[in-house]
């Protein structure tokens, strides 16, 4: 059964300290892995797709890089409006189905 | 380009009443997937369509159904309602062939 686990389970910093949140996978066959951020209330919006082992994206603030085992999402100099649950997703194994098994999230706090 | 939309956004049913959840996909998606989230958790999968059939299916019984349309919008049928069934219930769309899933803003769903 597909595994993923994100640590920490809730992040404060302050504005301008960087950091970076952990999700550890376990799965057979690994299509992609995914990022999302959600505001309290709303629907996941989509950050990243890596693919492969050492792939790394990034978009303003935020990288995502990819090993066999984990994914880190790197936050560089955030802001209060970077404030948000972020969501790690994997889709693994063969066939047409395109489930995502999803953590439980890393709530960020960013403040002033 | 018209995002994934869903309605209704907020609905309080009582137990074992039956909902019906819509949802409209992206423009161009062919997929579509629900998930349901519990407050503090990932989204779980309940089922995904294509073409009109269910193409995979979650760990949920089968008092949820679901419908896909020829348009490519969906229903997520919730019959004999549980308190447990509270929750966001969300719905992603894509493009048969990419793993990236497109959510919408959910509908939260408060069984009493």
């Known amino acids: 059964e597909d595994q993923v686990t994100q640590s920490p389970e809730a992040l404060r910093l302050q504005e301008g300290e960087s950091s970076s949140l952990n999700c550890s996978y376990t799965v057979s066959g690994l299509r992609g892995l995914f990022w999302y951020r959600q505001d309290p209330g709303k629907g996941p919006e989509f950050l990243f797709t890596?693919?492969?082992a050492g792939e790394e994206k990034e978009k303003e603030r935020l990288k995502a890089t990819l090993t066999k085992k984990e994914s880190f999402l790197h936050i560089t100099a955030p802001k209060p409006e970077d404030s948000a649950t972020y969501l790690c997703a994997v889709q693994a194994g063969s066939g047409t189905a395109s489930k995502l098994t999803f953590g439980t999230g890393t709530r960020l706090q960013v403040t002033l | 380009e018209t995002g994934v939309t869903q309605s209704p956004t907020h609905l309080i049913k009582t137990r074992g009443q039956q909902v019906t959840l819509r949802c409209s996909s992206q423009s161009g998606h062919n997929t579509v997937s629900w998930y349901q989230q519990a407050l503090g958790q990932g989204p779980q999968f309940i089922f995904q369509y294509y073409r009109e059939e269910e193409n995979g299916r979650g760990n949920f019984p089968p008092r949820f159904s679901g419908l896909q349309f020829p348009n490519y919008s969906s229903e997520l049928n919730v019959n004999a309602l549980e308190l447990d069934d509270s929750a966001l219930y969300l719905c992603a769309s894509s493009l048969m062939g990419q793993e990236t899933q497109y959510f919408g803003p959910g509908t939260r769903l408060l069984v009493l």
């Open positions: 890596l693919y492969s």
